[in-house]
């Protein structure tokens, strides 16, 4: 069983960064990150719930949307069991409750659905505002 936990979240002017992190624990010696995709997803009040970005960490493929492509970028850290978004240029349409969840590597970034995955983290508020 894996509990994601996010964290890095908080409060920045348009235009700062942020790094988010997503722990992966619960992994071991045979059950490891390769094992798995992990998605960002993010959820603005009376918005429908929309992905982000999502890395295969068997392959390091990604998927980024369109909306923050060339701001964000997922990236993973294995020796830490991490997965990180780091956004940059934020606007103000990026506030939301981030979160990450995971999902086998063979369903991976493309097969999950948006709904057909395995563990989710509890969330951490992202708030861009002058």
């Known amino acids: 069983q894996l509990q994601l936990v996010e964290s890095g979240g908080g409060l920045v002017h348009p235009g700062g960064s942020l790094r988010l992190s997503c722990a992966v624990n619960?992994?071991?010696?045979?059950?490891?990150?390769?094992?798995?995709?992990v998605v960002w997803f993010r959820q603005a009040p009376g918005k429908e719930r929309e992905e982000v970005s999502c890395?295969?960490?068997?392959?390091?493929?990604?998927k980024i949307a369109d909306s923050v492509k060339g701001r964000f970028t997922i990236s993973r850290d294995k020796a830490k069991d991490t997965v990180y978004l780091q956004m940059n240029t934020l606007k103000p349409e990026d506030t939301g409750e981030y979160l990450c969840?995971?999902?086998?590597?063979?369903?991976?970034?493309?097969?999950?659905?948006?709904?057909?995955?395995?563990?989710y983290g509890r969330g951490t508020q992202v708030t861009v505002s002058s």
């Open positions: 619960g992994l071991t010696s045979r059950v490891t990150l390769n094992l798995y995709a």
């Open positions: 969840a995971a999902v086998d590597h063979l369903t991976g970034c493309e097969g999950h659905g948006g709904d057909a995955l395995d563990y």
């Open positions: 890395i295969n960490n068997r392959d390091g493929s990604t």
